[in-house]
Structure formats: C-alpha cells, structure tokens
C-alpha cells in the first residue's frame, strides 16, 4: 500500500532500503528537486518541527502528519495522511513517527546528511528515540525501527521536545492533512468501528 502523497508538488521520496510497516511503505522513487532549491551546507544543522494528529483523538480515524524543515537556503513544508483512514494504525502516536519519518526522508531526498534538529511535542516519540522509554507497543515498534534506521544515514540527528506553542506550523499542517481527508474518509467510514488502544505500556523510564 502507498500513502496519499504529499500536499506539495513536484516532490517524490526515495524508495525505502528495508522492509517497513504498511503505513510508511515505499513511494516512487523518481526524486524531482524543486527548482532553485540546492543541497544545503552539511556544516549547518537543519531544524525541523513535526508534528501528527488524529480524529478521533482515540484512534482509528484519520490520522495525519506535517513537518516543517528550515535550513541556510531551504523551507519545506508538507503534510499527508500517515496511514489508510480507518485502520488500525490510525492513531495519534502513529502520525507523530510517520511525521518525523518523512522529514528525514525529505532531506534525504535533496542528498542532506549533515546534523539534524528533530523538534515535537510528542514527549513518547522524543523520549524513545532517545533512548529514555522502552518501545513496547507493538503498532510503534516498526516506525521507531525505521526511524531510527533513517536517523543514522545522517552525521547526527538530536531530538529534542518542545511545548505545543512552539511547534505551531507542524501542528497545523497535521491538522489540514486530517481536514482535507475528512469529508471523503467519512464517506467510506466502517459501520462497525474499533477502538485503537493507544495507551504506550513502554512510557516508564528503562
């Protein structure tokens, strides 16, 4: 399965060098580079924001990502769906790491390997990458995986969390993906939904 692509044209990501879960499966591997845009300086770190959300904040909806990626000489910013409305991996958790796991695979995109900044407000998403909880749900293990994965094809990746206030544009990109998604996904909306237990058992320090 593919996602829903991008909000922004003329943009492809590269094809994915290992297995990955359905959500974050492969697009085509055609990378088209905006026009005037050039690889930034690799001795200046990149900053981004990302940021994901759900509706139903439960789960099992429409979940949607956005990120947003500053640089000497570079603004990007997308959003997209993080996975196929109405699965099991519609959750807010899920759209948070799909988030991040485009922005990486953005830069990548442009030939970027210098240092990343990865900013969110997702305190489970920053505390696993770094190591401080554990990954114990089973529908996050292979996006922390993959995250991870993209994470070390850079010189250095930091993630840091921020307070909500300023991880503003991520969080509204998120939101439109979600928007812009809602009033066909609710045509096709299962008679019978089920609840996505997003509760992370691996939120206590290891």
């Known amino acids: 399965m593919q996602l829903p692509a991008p909000r922004s044209a003329g943009r492809a990501i590269s094809t994915q060098p290992a297995p990955i879960p359905e959500a974050v499966s492969a697009v085509p591997d055609d990378v088209v580079l905006p026009r005037g ?3 930034p300086d690799a001795s200046a770190p990149v900053l981004v924001h990302f940021d994901g959300s759900c509706q139903p904040p439960a789960g099992g909806g429409v979940a949607g990502w956005g990120f947003v990626i500053e640089g000497p000489g570079l603004h ?10 109405y699965s099991a991996h519609s959750t807010n958790n899920v759209a948070e790491y799909v988030g991040a796991i485009r922005a990486l695979e953005q830069l990548r ?13 997702s305190q489970l998403v920053v505390r696993q990458m770094n190591g401080e909880y554990e990954v114990r749900a089973e529908h996050l293990k292979a996006y922390h995986e993959w995250l991870g994965q993209l994470a070390r094809s850079f010189q250095r990746v930091e993630f840091r969390w921020v307070p909500r206030e300023e991880n503003t544009v991520a969080d509204a990109l998120s939101k ?4 812009d998604a809602w009033g066909d996904a609710k045509r096709h909306r299962p008679v019978r939904l089920f609840p996505v237990v997003e509760e992370e058992p691996g939120t206590r320090p290891r």
């Open 109 to 121: 995109s442009i030939g970027y390997t210098g240092s990343v900044i990865m900013e969110g407000d």
């Open 176 to 179: 439109l993906a979600v928007e």
């Open 76 to 85: 990007f910013e997308e959003c997209g769906l993080a996975t196929r409305p």
């Open 37 to 39: 845009i050039a690889v």
